[in-house]
Structures are given as structure tokens and as C-alpha cells.
């Protein structure tokens, strides 16, 4: 790991004699894969990686691979597991993040469960369960992160891996429409306002825009190198 939480191998690590191409050495477009279906992750994510010579595709493109089971204690794990299963299905490179909201006062919860945190729930109902459990903590202690993990698979290989954390508060109620997930009840001090409140300036300070900043910068190193 370097001092970003990257892991790098050297395409020539990365690549063995059966996996498929990283980059075409004829300069065509590459597939690369973002296996998530999450409409609010992909509107961050496109921009994010916009202009790069690559073919992206999602798993709508890939419709009869079956989601696998989330069984990973981190994010870091389960991005991993993600990305190898669907390059392995797909026979694509394949990007995967695993991301979540770590409230400090919880113990870290509802962490790489906060997809599922009180089952199947609505958001409103997400935040009224953690409003009851916090209700005790005063403001200055309702310290939380997001966070994003990002992994790259090129066949059974992690070619790359990153991850991305944003440093907030948790409001005592929803503020905002922007965004989704937990956006509305995480209060980002230099702003002033949530992260649903945010627009656009989200993905300048967000984990998500962190982590895949970073891989961006990856994603163009091994297009330099051919
Ligand atoms: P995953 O699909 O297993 O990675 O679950 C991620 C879950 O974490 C999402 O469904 C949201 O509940 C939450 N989450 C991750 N990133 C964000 C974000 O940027 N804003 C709000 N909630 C997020």
C-alpha cells in the first residue's frame, strides 16, 4: 500500500498470459466494467471517469450474472470479491466499490451493512432509527465518515485498489433532496449544509470522488505506459 491506500502492480504484474487486456496494444476503446446497478453511485461515478478512451459498461449490460452474496467484514473486502466475481463472469476488467456511512457513537455501524441497517427499510426509516439511537450523543460527538473502497480486477487479479473517506456530523433530522443513501443526515462542516444539500460540490470532497479520482489517475498511467 502507498501512503493514498493504493495498491499498485505494474500492468505486466497485473496482466498474465490468459487474462484479458488492461489496454489493446491497438489503441481501441478497452471495456472496462462498473459493477454496480446504483443509480446514485453510477451519476457520480460517470463524471468522474468521463473522458478517458475506455468502454464503460455497467452490470446492465451484463443482465444474466447473478449478484453474489456480500459476506466481506470491510469495504476493502467486499469491493474485492465483487470485482473478481463479475471479471470472472463478465471476462471484462472490472471496477468494484463497496462503500458505507461509519458512525463513530455506534461503533462504527451501520458500516459495510448500511445498505441493509434495520432491514428492509426506507430511508426516512433508516434516519428515525438512528436519530433513537443517538439521541443521547450530543452534536459534538456524532462524528462519522463515509467511506469507499475501490477495486480493480483484471481477471482473478487485483490490479489496483484505493479507498476514499469524507469526515462529518450526523444531523438530528434529514436536510435536503440531493444526493441519496444517507446523504440528507450527513452534515459536512466546510460546506455548512449536508451532503444532500451539497449539488455538485458532493463529489469534490466525497469519499466516492476521492477513490475514484485516484483511479483515474491509475487509469490514465497504464494508458501512458503502452
Ligand atoms: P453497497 O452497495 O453495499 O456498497 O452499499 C452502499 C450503501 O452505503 C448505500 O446503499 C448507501 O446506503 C450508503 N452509501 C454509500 N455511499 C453513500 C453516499 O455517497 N451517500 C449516502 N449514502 C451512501
Known amino acids: 500500500m502507498d501512503e493514498n491506500g493504493s495498491r499498485l502492480k505494474t500492468r505486466r504484474q497485473a496482466i498474465g498470459p490468459e487474462q484479458p487486456q488492461l489496454f489493446s496494444p491497438d489503441l481501441k476503446a478497452v471495456k472496462l466494467l462498473i459493477a454496480t446497478t446504483n443509480r446514485g453511485k453510477l451519476g457520480e461515478i460517470f463524471p468522474l471517469l468521463a473522458g478517458l478512451r475506455l468502454e464503460i ?27 473478481v466475481y463479475y471479471a470472472r463472469h ?27 441497517y434495520g432491514g428492509e427499510t426506507t430511508y426516512p426509516q433508516k434516519f428515525a432509527l438512528i436519530e433513537q439511537q443517538l439521541r443521547l450523543i450530543p452534536d459534538a460527538d456524532r462524528t462519522a465518515r463515509f467511506v469507499c473502497a475501490v477495486a480493480v480486477a483484471v481477471g482473478d487479479d487485483i490490479a489496483f485498489e484505493t479507498r476514499g473517506t469524507v469526515e462529518g456530523l450526523i444531523t438530528d433530522e434529514p436536510r435536503g433532496t440531493g444526493g441519496f443513501g444517507y446523504d440528507p443526515i450527513f452534515y459536512y462542516p466546510p460546506f455548512g449544509c449536508t451532503l444532500a444539500e451539497a449539488g455538485d460540490r458532493k463529489s469534490l470532497v466525497s469519499h466516492r470522488g476521492k477513490a475514484f479520482r485516484r483511479l483515474r489517475e491509475w487509469l490514465a498511467q497504464q494508458n501512458s505506459e503502452r
Not at 452490470?59 to 476493502?76: M, Q
Not at 463513530?104 to 441493509?116: H, I, M, N
Open 90 to 116: 463478465a471476462g471484462v476488467v472490472t471496477v468494484a466499490e463497496d462503500s458505507g456511512l461509519e458512525i463513530d457513537a455506534l461503533d462504527g455501524a451501520p458500516g459495510v451493512y448500511s445498505a441493509r
Open 57 to 83: 459498461q455497467t452490470l446492465a449490460d451484463y443482465p444474466d450474472v447473478p449478484v453474489p452474496d456480500e459476506t466481506g467484514l470491510t469495504f476493502a473486502e467486499n469491493a474485492r470479491q465483487k470485482a
